[in-house]
């Protein structure tokens, strides 16, 4: 193939803010797949915040980048050459390929675009990994109940805004928590959220305690530190916590919890998930979360920008709260 591979590889590893610097742009040949193996062209790339985990030293629930590798990330694209019967030139297919405008993956590790219907990227986000997080996180540890209370921090993002509509369509009443007035209106206007708290525009416990006159009955939490800390004044005897995110440490900032005492007195069940354990139900949230796309009983936003060379900078966005649903690259 006369065209080259462009890929970004970890150049060092970020102490708190991660920088342009930490990443660098190479030319490559183009990868040729073995055996069982499927040549891909990325046309999107995911950018999510977990990729600043992947480049830190420490040992974490997945494997850390290595310096001069290519950065993880889901991606969406086309099958370019297959040496597995499985997959012809063509195919849409969701994976792995990180970085880069080529990647090579085993055909196990390749998904076809299940459902046509369905904007091609809303399989890397509202019917992919972050919807099936949220979904995932009532499945596993929220539990919906109609009628009961659900509030949902980061409610604006790829992961929050379906944690929010799925508790909707559930009949929870939703309450998210946001960073400005303008995501605040988007929450409950175009997603249909009964409320949502401004956690910017001043301390959090009385706008809280307005938008949850029955108190909490589930939180959903991207974020943790001062944020758990308020909703922790406010939960029901017998509240879940489905602890997803913890956006508010991810630069290596403490994070604090103070009121612990609630924790014990109201007998809350605070627990952590990670949505790659139960791969074996991602078929029926991917499912269920299309059907809900299709139907428009879910929304979504997103936050494009264009080419490879953007995903530094849109990741250093994406981490400091730059970001508005869910952050793509258009891969050119
Ligand atoms: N457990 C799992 O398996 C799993 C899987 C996927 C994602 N996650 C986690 O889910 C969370 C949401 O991911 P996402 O992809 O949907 O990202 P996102 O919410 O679309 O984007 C990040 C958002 O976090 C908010 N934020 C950033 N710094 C903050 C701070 N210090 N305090 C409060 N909010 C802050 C910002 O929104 P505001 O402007 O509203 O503050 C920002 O837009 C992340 O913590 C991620 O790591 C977990």
Redesign the pocket.
Known sequence: MSEKNLRIVLASRPTGWVEPSNFRLEEAEVPRPGEGEVLVRVKWLSL???MR?RMNEGRSYAARVELGEVMVGGTLGEVIASRHPGFAPGDRVVGQQGWQRFGIAPAKALMKVPDPRLPETAWLGAAG??GV?AW??YREIGGLVAGQTVVV?????????VAGQLAKIAGCRAVG????AT?CDYVVKELGFDACVD??SGPMHESLKAACPAGIDVYFD??A???LDAVLRRVNPNARIA????????NGDDIPLRNVFSLLVNRVRLQ??????RMDLWPEAMGGLAAHVVAGRIRYRETVTEGLETAPASLIA??????????LVRIL
């Open positions: 999510d915040p977990y985990g990994m972050p997080t995932m996180g921090s980061s409610a604006s993002g790829a992961v929050g805004s928590i946001a960073g400005g995501k956690y910017k991207n974020v530190g001062e944020i602890l997803c995110g913890l956006i508010s440490g991810y952590g998930f990670i949505v790659s354990d994406l981490l400091k709260g730059d970001n508005f649903g869910k952050r």
